[in-house]
């Protein structure tokens, strides 16, 4: 049996699901011993799915406002932030450790702030909350295009954690999870992108991710996530992708989830 890379995704999404023969098996893990790269990949994959498994089906949707106060959560919360003096010094040191980088100027920035005479303070934190989020934003588009998946994952990780993201970063997420060449930051694109569905383009993208993608993985995340969020136009996109499909796991869960949304 020849095994391509898209070929051992779909085995190791069926032995997952104990749905592997035993010459299957063998054959990828022949494959995974030497490939070592991709066995880490789909190991990483096995994690990065479990949160998926994790979004519940939708009952009423009472149940389904309330499971989304605490799916958006994560990103309701502002943080206080301040204006960075030394720009340039960030973009050179982003790649390296932004998150410690970040926390410094965040405290030295802050307490050069609280030094300032008391009627310019308010002023001054507006101004300065707008000037980072723009520096966040810019780390954010520079470190999606970097080579290594991690610092795409980093990137992405950075979108997810914005109290409110623009609409290049957006884009940005949408574009990642369409065309990335690694499966692991397409998920982690998704990931984050539910954090922004109350947006309508955001919903709209997710559902033309249903055209885009090849990987059953892929295509089982995204079907999960519409029917979390309860996006109805879905279920033409769905209809179209169960015909044409000849995965037969992911035509079992178009068929669930066109039935689910159509139930709600």
Known sequence: MKITNKKAEELWQDKLAGNISENEEKALKEFLLSNPEKAKDLKDLEQTWDLFEEIERPEPSDAMDARFEGMMAAYSEKQKEVRPNVLDWIVAQMTKSWQVG??????????????????????????????????????????????KAQERIRAVNMAAEMPKAAEKV???????????????????SLESLVRYVDEPDVRHALVDALKMQESPLMLVAIADVLVAIQEKSSVDAMEQLKENTEDEFVKEKLVESIKTLKNT
């Open 170 to 188: 957006i884009n940005a997420l949408i574009s990642t999870l369409n065309h990335d060449d690694n499966i692991n930051v397409r998920l982690a």
């Open 102 to 147: 970040l926390a410094s100027l965040v405290m030295g920035l802050f307490i050069g702030w609280w030094m300032l005479p008391s009627q310019d303070q308010k002023q001054d934190i507006v101004q300065l909350s707008s000037e980072i989020q723009s520096m966040k934003e810019m780390m954010m588009l520079t470190l999606i295009e970097q080579p």
